[in-house]
């Protein structure tokens, strides 16, 4: 069998990838008992490649679905944590532009009462 390419994959509809997933679990399970029937060796180099098959798929229906409910919690104000960005866990934690630029009411006061001085500087 010919490796599935992504590409084409990624043009098909949910019902056809997992039609073509089905169709590449039983290719595995048919060279499987192949295998254990004591097959040729040309034959048990395609597990390998229908394994690969069976993966790339899988990929193309996982990324497909994550995709999709990108789309449908991106105005939401929760987004489930498998979808947040990861970052690190310092950085999640860090403040926000917003929020490192508010001042308190106290330094609001110092900064009315008392501005920068500014000098002359002779040349």
């Given amino acids: 069998m010919a490796p ?23 290719e595995l399970a048919s060279l499987r008992v192949q295998k254990v029937a004591g097959g040729s060796a040309s034959k048990l180099h395609q597990i390998g490649a229908v394994r690969k098959n069976i993966a790339r798929t899988l990929t193309v ?32 934690r860090a403040l926000t532009p917003h ?7 106290k330094e609001q006061k110092k900064l009315a009462h008392f501005p920068l001085r500014k000098y002359a500087v002779k040349a």
């Fill in 99 to 105: 929020e490192r630029k508010l001042k308190t009411v």
């Fill in 4 to 26: 599935v390419k992504a590409y084409e994959l990624r043009n098909k509809n949910k019902t056809e990838l997992l039609k073509v997933l089905e169709e590449q679990k039983q």
């Fill in 61 to 92: 229906i996982n990324q497909t679905q994550r995709e999709q409910l990108r789309l449908f919690y991106k105005k939401k104000k929760y987004i489930p944590l498998d979808l947040r960005v990861k970052k690190t866990r310092a950085m999640r």
